[in-house]
Each structure stands twice: as structure tokens, then as C-alpha cells.
């Protein structure tokens, strides 16, 4: 009798030690599916307040770049990337001066930014030199020729860690309305600088229109914009309209084009809505600031993981708007017809 007593108690000491490990593993359990479920909101929370950092290079200061900028802003924040909220954006100006440029292209790589943006074409390939093993996206804003500049396989497949948005402006168009404008013009002079790639691609296509239209074709390139204000003045005796091209050195010198083309009475058709404002006459071109807007967008999705450079085609917008700036056309003695004015929007 004793032996099953003893026996009985034993087999009560197993059962309320095993009821034991089991309840503690239980809670182990619990705490660990715990755990887990706080790992996860963490993470989640993690993802809804990630920081973004963009790299931006702006070649330099003139209001037809400065708007390119702002727009990039406004389409970073239309996809959801603001400045002080959840967006560092790191500005970098060369000034255009290229040793700037790269300089400051190797501090923006430093920064580790999920994507650069490069604004005009020598802004942009100081960040590809710099970007070494090309793993950091770059997006370009206001490039004309992307391909003609050795940035990209093709514009409509970059094939590596870049694309962006071309800012190629419809040059034969702008001839066509200038020869509209001026109907007896019998030579148009081409004002550009001798050193940008992307002026001379213009420039070319500009003079098959005008020899088409009947033009006959003065090549004015300047070194720089030390030598504008005189070339100005030699092509008022010369030609009977000047053309320029999208060019960052005229650009910047746009003030002293209008100053001189005004004392000569010289019509002056350029490829930029900011530059008609300045004195030009009229062109067909795009918005800076939208320009900079698409650029803005195109670099929120890709630095989120949205999309990929290498398959994203490079952005080329379908249409222009015809911008005329009708004083300066009044000034010049220019009718303008409601065939001309028809769709067409004035500067302020």
C-alpha cells in the first residue's frame, strides 16, 4: 500500500511538472509572437517615415535653370517627397565653372543620395564622371540631346543608371514662325556658344529649315559671353533676324543680347519662354518650370523604388506653345496677324 502511495504521488509531481513547462512555454510563445508583431509595426512605421536624400547640381544661375529647379521641387513634392518633412535636398551651383562642377559632384556622391539630379548637360556629365560604379540613379533636367551627349545607350533605352527629361525645343518650328513674322527676312544669324555640344545639334537642324524656307544662313558662335554684345552688333548689319538656340552661356548673356538687338532694331527669336520675357520676340517652346516639374517626378519614383533608369525612356514633351512677347513686336514694327496670335500666349 505504501509503494502505490508513493507511486501515486510521484505520477502527481510529473503531471504538475509538465503542465508547468508547458504553460511557460506558452507564454514564451506569446511573448515572442509578441515581439514579432511589434518588429513588424516598427518596420512599418520605419518605411511610412523614411528620408530621402536628393543630390541637385545646377550649372548655373540664370532664370530660365532657376525655374528648372523650382519645378523639380514642386515634383518631388507631387509624388510625395517634401522638403522638411521627409526630404534633405542637397543644392550644389558651379556658377559655370567646370573645376566647381566636378568638385562639387564628388561632395554630392559622397552624400550617398538615393538620386542625383543634374541640371543642363555639363551639370549632369560631371556627375556621371563622378559616379564611379554608377549605382547611384542619376536624373537629368534640361538636357537637349542625352544621347548626343553620351549619357545615356538611347533615348528610349538609357541602359544603365540614368535618364531624365530632354529639354529639346522644336527649332525648325521657331524658324518657321520667325519667317512668318518677318516675311520679307532674307538672312537669319545663328548666336550660339562654340563650346556647348547641344547648341551646335540645334543649330543645324535650325539651318536645314531656314535654307528650306529660303534663308540664307549667318554662323555667329561665341568663345564667350565676353564676345556677345559685339557679335550682336556685327549681326545687325548682316542678317535680318537672329535665332539662339537652347544655350546656357547666351542665357546668361541675355540681358546684353536685348540691350543691343534693341539699339539696332534686331529681331531676336530664342528657344526659351524666359528669354523671350528678357527682349526676345516669340518663340514655341515649354515651360521651364514644368520642364523641372516631370524632372522632379521622374526622380521621386526612382529614388522610392518605382521605377528604373536603365528601362525608363528619357521624357521629351510632344508640344510647344507659341510664347510672343508683344511689346518687343510692336516695337519692331511686326503685325501680328490673328493667324499668328491664334493659341498663342503673351508675356507679361
Do not use: C, W
Amino acid at each position: 500500500m505504501k509503494n502505490k502511495g508513493l507511486l501515486a504521488a510521484v505520477a502527481v509531481i510529473v503531471v504538475a511538472l509538465a503542465g508547468f513547462a508547458i504553460y511557460q512555454g506558452t507564454q514564451k510563445d506569446d511573448k515572442s509572437n509578441g515581439q514579432t508583431a511589434s518588429s513588424a509595426t516598427t518596420a512599418e512605421n520605419s518605411g511610412a517615415d523614411k528620408q530621402y536624400t536628393v543630390g541637385v547640381l545646377q550649372l548655373m544661375s540664370h532664370p530660365a535653370l532657376d525655374q528648372i529647379y523650382e519645378g523639380i521641387k514642386e515634383g518631388l513634392a507631387a509624388e510625395g517627397l517634401e522638403a522638411g518633412k521627409n526630404l534633405t535636398i542637397n543644392f550644389q551651383n558651379g556658377q559655370g565653372d567646370q573645376s566647381k562642377l566636378n568638385t562639387m559632384s564628388q561632395q554630392l556622391v559622397q552624400d550617398k543620395s538615393e538620386v542625383l539630379i543634374g541640371i543642363a548637360t555639363p551639370a549632369a556629365q560631371a556627375l556621371d564622371n563622378n559616379v564611379k560604379k554608377k549605382d547611384i540613379p542619376i536624373v537629368l533636367g534640361a538636357v537637349t540631346d542625352p544621347e548626343g551627349a553620351g549619357l545615356v545607350a538611347s533615348n528610349d533605352a538609357p541602359g544603365a543608371n540614368i535618364t531624365g527629361v530632354s529639354d529639346q525645343p522644336p527649332v525648325e518650328e521657331i524658324i518657321a514662325l520667325a519667317k512668318k513674322m518677318l516675311p520679307d527676312a532674307k538672312k537669319v544669324g545663328m548666336l550660339y556658344a562654340s563650346s556647348e555640344a547641344n547648341s551646335k545639334y540645334q543649330v543645324e537642324k535650325a539651318a536645314a529649315k531656314a535654307k528650306e524656307l529660303g534663308l540664307e544662313v549667318v554662323n555667329k558662335p561665341v568663345a564667350s559671353t565676353n564676345e556677345v554684345a559685339q557679335t550682336v552688333q556685327i549681326l545687325a548689319g548682316e542678317v535680318d533676324f537672329v535665332f539662339i538656340p537652347l544655350d546656357n552661356t547666351i542665357a546668361n548673356a541675355m540681358e546684353t543680347v536685348a540691350q543691343e538687338a534693341e539699339k539696332q532694331k534686331l529681331p531676336v527669336f530664342p528657344s526659351v519662354e524666359t528669354m523671350v520675357e528678357q527682349g526676345g520676340v516669340a518663340t514655341i517652346g515649354v515651360s521651364q518650370k514644368e520642364l523641372g516639374v516631370q524632372t522632379g517626378k521622374m526622380a521621386a519614383q526612382i529614388a522610392k523604388g518605382e521605377a528604373e533608369p536603365a528601362t525608363t525612356p528619357i521624357f521629351t514633351f510632344s508640344e510647344g506653345e507659341t510664347i510672343i512677347n508683344k511689346a518687343q513686336a510692336e516695337a519692331l514694327g511686326i503685325q501680328l496677324t490673328d493667324e499668328l496670335t491664334k493659341g498663342a500666349r503673351f508675356t507679361e
